[in-house]
């Protein structure tokens, strides 16, 4: 079993910025895929930002140039560094991750946070 918990949402000013993270914790793990989600109220989730097993990253349009996703290994951490805040990015943002246990793959939320950008 593995848990994700984040951090690092709150309110921030057009043009501000923020940094999400999400730490996992457990036992016997190994991290795949770490990726960001956000779900607007009214909205479905859609994706934000991602790293695949190979180091890939892929953004959203919507944010790419203004958000950078990194993980950090030795901790088993990984963020989401927001810059160029705008109104429409207010989210509640879900960090998600696969991971390898035993030889099979597994996929885990955090626990969601919010994000308010007010103009």
């Known amino acids: 079993q593995v848990q994700l918990v984040e951090s690092g949402g709150g309110l921030v000013q057009a043009g501000g910025s923020l940094r999400l993270s999400c730490a996992a914790s457990g036992s016997s793990f190994s991290i795949d895929v770490v990726a960001w989600y956000r779900q607007a109220a009214g909205k479905q989730r859609e994706s934000v930002a991602r790293i695949s097993r190979g180091g890939s990253i892929n953004y959203a349009d919507s944010v790419r140039g203004r958000f950078t996703i990194s993980r950090d290994n030795a901790k088993n951490t990984h963020y989401l560094e927001m810059s160029g805040l705008k109104p429409e990015d207010t989210a509640v943002y879900y960090c998600?991750?696969?991971?390898?246990?035993?030889?099979?793959?597994?996929?885990?939320w955090g626990q969601g946070t919010q994000v308010t950008v007010s103009s």
């Open positions: 998600y991750t696969i991971v390898a246990i035993g030889g099979r793959k597994y996929q885990y």
